[in-house]
């Protein structure tokens, strides 16, 4: 090891790696509690639990950290699946005037943060500056990255990555003239999971925003039936399988890692390379080996055959004992229509994860129509009374007509629940519903 190489060894170990760090989560949009509620749990179970003095709070849509060591930082970003993104705090300064943000730029210890050959992404965000806009600053963020030898871009640029080159992401946030500098760990968002060998679906649901509807739904129905604990997956609309992978996920407590996307933090100065490993085989070890099945039901082929290949795939980076209590089948047919246990009967509780058309697919097939939602509803009632079973789901639904005409379908002996989130721009309903075993509730 070089000289230089030993000093920033010995910097990283007694400045940054004993050190105890801030962290932001970004949940997906409008599902904060559910994002909250995932954090609790994961640092609950964490191979290096919180210490003395860590401090959490949710402001302003985010989930902000204090008082967390490196490796726990790690931990998080490798566990997290209805979060969009973890990002750590590496520097924090007021800069009143221009002079002083190049001067803030210049003392920061980048060696500790970046190796030397990273290609850095930079996003500014500004709010009731007085001195900066966004492009400003950005320029000179990128003018003191360049000044230290790093190669930056824009925003959302993709540049292309020469040989030997590590992408990373750097977030300034300008709030009265208070620069704080955030490294993502994910670099990507945390959602891009790999677990998909094709996409077909023309408005794919956003792998953390189902795995945040999945939470709600399970919480609210165990909150009814605390022993709820699905063994059929039914998802209808299933598209490119976004609902019945993050179902799988969260029910055999998969770590989302396993697909073997890439994290930008494994390419930082800091990360330590022998506690992610030991995280690693921590959550292995957590890995629940219930039996599972998840039928899906699509009507189209081409997006059918997509489906069929993405199950392979899936399954491909499974434990193997795992993979053999997941049982997979996918069905063609029209929803309305769907008989999903006419191979074999019903095992026992179920969950359906039904995501309809909406927005510019709304009119496909005639979901502009009320009386389709009416008819959806009273599906998912026959399928409650085809076996003495708890039954729970959740579906979204783009409007109030067919928010009511789905209550209407459902009939008196379901029990519902309803939040309003956006998604794409659009106003959407996230409907929660449970038949209970025997037909109510204590």
């Keep these: 090891m070089s000289q230089e190489a030993s000093t920033i060894a010995k910097s990283l170990k007694r400045h940054v790696l004993a050190k105890l760090h801030r962290a932001v989560v970004s949940p997906a949009p409008g599902w904060l509690d559910a994002c909250e509620r995932e954090v609790h749990a994961a640092l609950a179970a964490a191979a290096h639990p919180p ?3 860590f401090t959490l709070q949710s402001k302003d849509g985010v989930i902000e950290l204090a008082g967390m060591r490196v490796r726990q930082l790690v931990e998080l970003a490798y566990t997290l699946r209805t979060a969009r993104e973890v990002t750590w705090e590496i520097a924090r300064d007021r800069v009143g005037h221009p002079s002083d943000l190049q001067k803030f730029m210049s003392k920061v210890p980048w060696e500790w943060y970046l190796l030397p050959r990273s290609a850095v992404l930079v996003h500014v965000d500004s709010v009731n500056s007085r001195v900066y806009h966004e492009g400003m600053a950005r320029e000179m963020i990128v003018d003191g990255l360049a000044a230290r030898g790093y190669r930056s871009t824009f925003g959302t640029e993709e540049a292309t990555l020469a040989e030997g080159e590590q992408r990373q992401q750097l977030v300034a946030t300008l709030v009265d003239n208070h620069l704080t500098l955030g490294l993502r760990l994910g670099g990507e968002p945390l959602f891009k999971r790999a677990y998909k060998a094709r996409q077909n679906a023309r408005a794919p649901l956003p792998e953390h925003v189902a795995a945040s509807l999945i939470d709600w739904a399970l919480a609210w129905v165990v909150s009814l039936v605390p022993d709820y604990a699905p063994q059929d997956v039914l998802v209808p609309f299933a598209g490119s399988g976004t609902f019945g992978f993050e179902a799988a996920i ?5 770590p989302p ?6 994290y930008a933090m494994e390419a930082t100065p800091p990360f330590p390379a022998d506690s992610a490993a030991f995280i690693r085989r921590h959550q292995l070890k957590a890995v629940r080996e219930n039996a599972l099945s998840i039928v899906f039901c699509e009507n189209d082929f081409e997006a059918l055959s997509s489906l069929r290949a993405n199950i392979a795939h899936f399954k491909e980076a499974l ?3 795992v993979r053999d209590k997941i049982t997979w089948r996918c069905d063609r047919a029209d929803a309305l229509a769907w008989c999903p246990h006419s191979a074999a009967g019903p095992r026992g509780s179920a969950l359906i994860l039904a995501n309809p058309p909406y927005g510019a697919r709304l009119q496909s097939g005639g979901w502009a129509d009320p009386e389709k939602w009416r008819r959806l509803a009273q599906w998912v009632a026959t399928e409650a009374g085809t076996a003495p079973r708890d039954l729970a789901g959740v579906v979204l639904i783009p409007s109030e007509e067919a928010w009511r ?5 459902l009939g ?3 029990t519902f629940s309803t939040r309003h989130f956006t ?3 659009l106003d959407m309903r ?3 519903f449970l038949f209970a075993r025997d037909g109510a509730l204590s």
């Design 51 to 53: 210490e003395a003095g």
């Design 250 to 254: 969260r029910l055999a407590a998969l």
């Design 257 to 262: 890692w396993l697909w073997g996307r890439p």
């Design 319 to 321: 434990p193997g004992a």
């Design 405 to 409: 005409a789905f209550i209407s379908g």
């Design 412 to 414: 008196a002996r379901a």
């Design 423 to 425: 998604h794409g721009g």
């Design 430 to 432: 996230a409907l929660g």
